[in-house]
């Protein structure tokens, strides 16, 4: 690494941490920062990853953050819907009644068990196979058999399945995993979902869906329900569906967006990701958009987001020419 380049003390631990969450983990945390940061902070880990710190350091960082959260648990606790099989039906009897609250203990694990299975349902979704079945390993027989009943059909196979590989993690990691979710749960709605309200459902199938067999069900979709097949086209592609695409796709999604646009919605894109989007350009173009990128200090969120909006856009308009 480079001597200017060297990261100080306390961008070190958080290079320490992000390492041993590991690459789909730091990812996503590395998604939630300014675009800037999070450009510095990727090039950064590459390094890390490459000569990871030693297993002393590693455990001083772990047991540092552990630390800190414990502190913020206890200073601010939050509070969270408990379910209770008997709810609904107290409600309906008195309307006015208080609703029962949940305050988190401070041990994730234990408020995995404990706290609303809707909350924690809906952000287990968001989370990859391996990561729920290592969760659910922590969970009582019946909590899980209601979670997995809560999962969409598709994630839900994926998880009982990684859960029969029987993942294995360090409890500290684990319990990082746990506190993490459990914070995110308790940002969502403490009520089940309506029926009709499947749209992410359908996304996720669709995406798991062979691609002739997605068009196939779109359009039964389009005859059947018009508005939601636009919304669920709509969410059905995300801007790193770019990695997947071939190089003629590719192409045609580039044609529908300027340079400008372009080097906005790369800005902290993953490096192979642009490496892709080089190699479809022309020898002018792609020398163009380098000095773009290269002028590129600062990219708020909302351009970014617009952006890559853009693209994603292109990408559906590129699928549905494919027909």
């Keep these: 690494m480079n001597a200017d380049l060297k990261p100080n003390h306390r961008e070190e631990r958080v290079l320490t941490l992000l390492h041993l969450l590991g690459q789909e983990a730091a990812e996503q945390v590395l998604g939630c920062l300014d675009p800037q940061t999070m450009l ?26 552990e630390r800190f959260f414990n502190f913020a648990m206890t200073s601010a606790p939050a509070t969270l819907k408990l379910h209770d099989g008997d709810e609904e039906d107290v409600a309906a009897a008195d309307p006015a009644a208080p609703e029962a609250v949940y305050a988190l203990s ?14 924690l349902s809906a952000a287990l979704e968001t989370e990859q196979p391996r990561t729920v079945a ?35 993690a360090p409890e500290i990691i684990l319990r990082r995993i746990a506190r993490t979710t459990v ?22 199938v669709l995406r798991a869906t062979e691609k002739s067999k997605r068009r196939q069900i779109l359009k039964t979709l389009e005859a059947q329900d018009p508005e939601q097949a636009s919304l669920i086209n709509q969410a059905l592609y995300q801007f790193d569906d770019l990695l997947n695409l071939e ?13 400008t646009t372009l080097s906005t919605a790369l800005f902290g894109a993953q490096e192979n990701l642009v490496e892709k989007i080089m190699g479809n350009l022309s020898k002018r173009a792609r020398v163009a958009l380098q ?18 909006q853009l693209l994603v856009q292109a990408i559906a308009e590129s699928e549905q020419e494919a027909e």
């Design 40 to 65: 510095q902070l990727r090039n950064r880990l590459q390094d890390v990853s490459q000569a990871p710190p030693s297993a002393r350091k590693q455990q001083q960082v772990l047991e540092e953050f």
């Design 106 to 119: 401070g041990d994730p694990l234990v408020d995995l068990e404990k706290m609303n299975m809707h909350q």
């Design 134 to 168: 290592l969760l659910l390993k922590v969970a009582s027989p019946p909590r899980v058999a209601q979670l997995l009943n809560l999962l969409p059909e598709t994630k839900r196979e994926d998880v009982v399945r990684e859960m029969s590989r029987d993942p294995q």
């Design 183 to 204: 914070e995110r749960a308790s940002t969502l709605s403490a009520e089940p979902r309506k029926n009709g309200d499947n749209i992410q459902r359908m996304v996720e």
């Design 247 to 259: 190089d003629a796709q590719i192409q045609k999604v580039l044609s529908r967006v300027d340079s």
């Design 291 to 308: 000095e773009e990128l290269s002028f590129r200090r600062n990219v708020s969120g909302t351009q970014l987001q617009t952006s890559r």
